[in-house]
């Protein structure tokens, strides 16, 4: 079975420092890998999306997130954090389109000043 | 700008009695998720349905939850009788047809049961 898992559960940042928030899977075949940002209250919208071919993707906000199979990792990257960025991020995975999610246990990140 | 709607957003009810959720999902999009957000268990797949069928609701308590898809506008998860565990966040989310598509999500209805 699939599963995902994000190691931190809460990270805190500098306003202007970088960010990298961790995410492993476990699945047999190349996943379709998700990263997906809850603010408070908020329903997840998808911050970026990997299906195949260029590793390194770019999505929005800033974001982008790297698929490396040899670690079965797909980790999320910011440059320099905001302080709207303070949010719960989750990291998801799929064997295939338009099916099911799984979701880790999200990692809530604080940005501070 | 289309969204997934999902109504209430909020619902406080006494155990024992019956809820209904709500979600329209994006028009065009034939595949609809229910999802229940805890602090404890996270997001958990509960069903989804894909041109109205339901093709997985083994998340679901079967004594107590259902869900149908009266027509492809409107998708409902209904909990009888409600109990107090059953307080959560449910996220509805749609997906278009195709294999390189993601999630949509609702706003999410949070329940509390008293």
């Known amino acids: 079975a699939q599963s995902v898992t994000q190691p931190d559960i809460h990270i805190t940042v500098s306003e202007g420092a970088s960010l990298e928030l961790r995410c492993n899977y476990s699945y047999g075949a190349t996943p379709y890998l998700f990263w997906y940002v809850q603010s408070p209250g908020q329903g997840l919208q998808l911050l970026l999306k990997?299906?195949?071919?260029?590793?390194l993707v770019q999505g929005i906000k800033g974001f982008e997130a790297e698929f490396k199979r040899s670690q079965s990792s797909f980790n999320l990257r910011k440059p320099s954090v905001h302080w709207s960025d303070a949010a719960e991020y989750f990291c998801?995975?799929?064997?295939?389109?338009?099916?099911?999610?799984?979701f880790g246990k999200g990692t809530r990140l604080s940005v501070i000043a | 700008d289309a969204r997934v709607t999902q109504t209430p957003r909020h619902k406080v009810t006494e155990m024992g009695q019956e809820v209904t959720m709500r979600c329209q999902p994006i028009l065009g999009h034939n595949t609809v998720f229910w999802y229940r957000q805890t602090m404890m268990q996270g997001l958990e797949l509960l069903a989804y349905?894909?041109?109205?069928?339901?093709?997985?609701d083994s998340g679901m308590p079967k004594d107590r939850f259902s869900a149908e898809m009266p027509d492809a506008t409107l998708a409902t998860l209904k909990i009888q009788p409600s109990e107090p565990r059953d307080s959560a966040v449910y996220f509805c989310?749609?997906?278009?047809?195709?294999?390189?598509?993601?999630?949509?999500f609702g706003q999410g209805t949070r329940l509390t049961v008293v």
């Open positions: 349905f894909r041109n109205r069928a339901p093709l997985d």
């Open positions: 998801a995975v799929v064997n295939s389109g338009n099916t099911p999610l799984v």
């Open positions: 989310a749609s997906g278009s047809p195709g294999l390189n598509t993601e999630a949509f």
């Open positions: 990997y299906f195949s071919g260029d590793t």
